[in-house]
């Protein structure tokens, strides 16, 4: 059974869809989802999931969307050939589809059929009246294949070694984040947090975290952060990349403003002026000593 629906705009672009509630319009998309390939579905089965009321299948019988086919609400989606068809050899018939001819005798319903060169393979069952095909795909040249005229030029350049495994790409980029790191403690745990961070998303790439790891250098300068209060290499690498940081330059504290240092008088280069006193001559000094000292 497909996995794709689809759904004509000439159908729900109408005035005559686009009139009915919003809960009717969201009931016939989701009966279109859930039906088989010749466009039968369980009513009652999508209202109950949906929240949907039988007002609102009222309304859908009505206005010619629908036809319901028994007490069970097993309904007939009217368009379902408009909106969806699928190959033949596709095909898996309806287990509805003996009601649905009873029920709408003229209706016509894509036939399942096989594939013309089934019969050809040797060793291969025939198909049992279920319309899937039974090759594996393939061309006289192999599987097919996404040929380069079908790439574009930027996906061309961007495509990866494929001799390298992703863990080898994870541990070569880990390298070169780890050689930028300052405090490289706990470096086979940084590298584990960062291989499954890369798995996470393909958004998560090496440049998203370089980018990330540069903006912390920048922080722990900016903020005059020492190394032995900057995070372990484990413990960044863990989630912490993400944390919002204090852009602002650090300030001086309270009361300790820069001072103004003058430099010392270099008295030894000190010349006294013309007009200083005369120093005291060895006669008088000794006169003094003399005089005082009795």
Known sequence: MAQRRMFSQRIVESARFLKMPPSTQALYFHLGLHADVDGVVEGYNVMKQTGATEDDLKILTAKGFITVLNSDLVTYITDWQENNR??????????????????????????????????????????????RPVDNQWTPNGPHRLGKDRLGKDSINNIVDSSESPT???????????????????????????????????????????????????????????LEFTLNGSTWFNGRFDDELDMTP?????GQQRRIIH??????????????TPKMTAEERNKIFREYGK
């Open 86 to 131: 699928i190959r033949s050899d596709r095909k898996v018939d309806s287990i509805y589809r003996d009601l649905l001819v009873k029920m709408l005798p003229d209706i016509q319903i894509q036939q399942a059929k096989a594939r013309a060169d089934t019969g050809k393979k040797a060793g291969v069952k025939a198909i049992e009246q279920n319309g």
């Open 250 to 254: 650090i300030q001086p504290r309270y």
């Open 168 to 226: 080898q790409i994870y541990e070569s980029e880990f390298e070169k984040l780890w050689s930028l790191y300052p405090k490289k403690q706990g470096k086979q745990a940084a590298l584990r947090h960062y291989k499954t961070w890369r798995k996470r998303s393909k958004d998560n790439t090496f440049d998203v975290m370089k980018e990330k790891l540069e903006h912390y250098l920048k922080y722990l300068k900016i903020r005059q952060i020492p």
């Open 263 to 276: 430099k010392a008088t270099d008295w030894s280069k000190y010349q006294q002026s013309s007009g200083a």
